[in-house]
């Protein structure tokens, strides 16, 4: 491989040094040894940094709340809330990673609004942000997008990340747009708490189409062995799509309760079903139960 040109080498050597140099203040000030902080906005690799400091000192540790003390005092935190504004995606990425990162909450006026950005990479690091920063207001604004530009990956991952207790048990209660939500039964499974059962378990009896599928993967992803039941009775729904999630479901559930009724699957006009059928059994008899989750 060919050496790179001087000034080229120079250059990565002098941004290495600057970067090297931010991380030991960043330490320094974790370690309650320093309250001063000076970083190049400018340059988009002292996210990196930030987001490397502080997931090694945790989302709810004194050392984090010195950083951001130490942020605001040397108005550092007011350029990254100023930059979110800037034409530039490199700004508005840095800065978005940046308040994500230290978790500052006072920025979530600002974060909201890049959710809507035509370039994905901002909206991404947006998301990312307020997932991070987390509280009603975040949670708000990551539902609201949803619900304006539609579900997406990164939406509802976030959205099951930052959501306080109780959200989106909430908002399942409330009446929707259609494609909401199921991204909210989706969100509420990742969650694995238990005290959306009942909320999912309803749209399995009443929702509409990808509502019964998806609330049924989600019982499976939560562990609710009390909604067994009503998930075999989903086995012998009419549409493919809702008996594949049932016995994906029931698999994840390792309900052996059920083997007959999954046993069954192996005759039926669907080849996926009859496949999902197969695995369910193999988890069933094979396959161990995770245990549950701590907190649910």
Same mark, same amino acid.
């Given at each position: ?5 001087? *000034? ?7 941004v ?11 330490? #320094?000030?974790a370690?309650? $040894?320093? $309250? ?40 550092a ?20 990673? =940046? ?16 959710? #809507?950005?035509?370039?994905p990479?901002? @909206? ?8 991070? =920063?987390?509280? %009603?207001?975040?949670?708000s604004?990551?539902?609201?997008? =949803? ?5 997406? !990956?990164?939406? =509802?991952?976030?959205?099951a ?6 959200f989106?048990?909430? @908002? ?12 909210? &039964?989706?969100?509420a499974?990742?969650r694995?708490?238990? %005290?959306a059962?009942?909320?999912?378990? %309803?749209?399995?009896q009443?929702?509409?189409? !990808?509502?019964r ?7 499976g ?5 009390? &909604? ?6 989903? *086995?012998?729904?009419?549409?493919? $799509? ?5 016995a $994906? ?15 069954? *699957? ?26 549950? %989750?701590?907190g649910?």
């Open positions: 491989m060919p050496a790179a040109p001087p *000034l080229t080498a120079f250059h990565r050597a002098r290495g040094l600057r970067r090297s140099a931010l991380r030991r203040q960043l330490q #320094a000030v370690a309650g $040894k320093s $309250k001063q902080i000076s970083i190049d906005l400018e340059d988009s690799g002292s996210a990196a940094v930030v987001e490397e400091i502080t997931a090694s000192v945790g989302p709810e540790s004194f050392a984090l709340d010195l950083l951001v003390v130490a942020f605001k005092d040397s108005k935190a007011d350029a990254v809330v100023e930059r979110m504004s800037s034409k530039s995606v490199r700004d508005r990425v840095t800065s978005a990673r =940046i308040a994500g990162a230290l978790r500052i909450y006072e920025t979530v006026p600002w974060l909201s609004p890049l959710l #809507a950005a035509h370039d990479s901002v @909206a991404d690091a947006a998301a990312r942000a307020l997932g991070r =920063i987390g509280g %009603t207001t975040s949670a604004a990551l539902l609201f997008a =949803i619900r304006r530009r539609g579900p997406s !990956r990164r939406l =509802i991952s976030e959205l990340r930052g959501a306080p207790d109780f989106i048990e909430s @908002a399942l209660d409330e009446r929707q747009k259609p494609t909401v939500r199921p991204a909210l &039964a989706i969100a499974g990742l694995r708490r238990h %005290t059962i009942s909320h999912l378990a %309803t749209l399995v009443r929702g509409s189409r !990808r509502e599928v998806i609330s049924c993967r989600a019982l992803w939560i562990g609710a062995a009390t &909604a067994v039941p009503l998930i075999r009775d989903a *086995l012998q729904d009419r549409d493919w $799509k809702i008996r594949l999630s049932a $994906k479901a029931l698999g994840a559930l390792r309900a052996s309760s059920c083997r007959t009724d999954l046993e069954y *699957l192996s005759i039926d006009r669907n080849p996926r079903v009859r496949k999902a059928g197969k695995q369910a059994l193999y988890l069933i008899d094979r396959v161990p139960a995770k245990r549950p %989750t701590r649910a």
